[in-house]
């Protein structure tokens, strides 16, 4: 990991693609509003066009 983390500053090139981050994200977040809502099921699709607003 370090050695992405050297590279990644070295050639302003990311290892993982934004697309890829922001799934990642809007995973943590669905797991989130899951909890606030009790454990009901959140779609993923639903936090990304919030996201979106």
């Keep these: ?26 995973f943590m977040e669905a797991a989130d509003e899951s909890k606030r ?4 099921p959140v779609r993923l699709s639903e936090v990304m066009e919030k996201a979106r607003r």
């Design 1 to 26: 990991m370090l050695r992405q983390i050297i590279e990644f500053f070295q050639t302003s090139r990311p290892p993982v693609e934004a697309e890829e981050t922001i799934e990642m994200f809007a």
């Design 37 to 40: 809502r009790g454990g009901q």
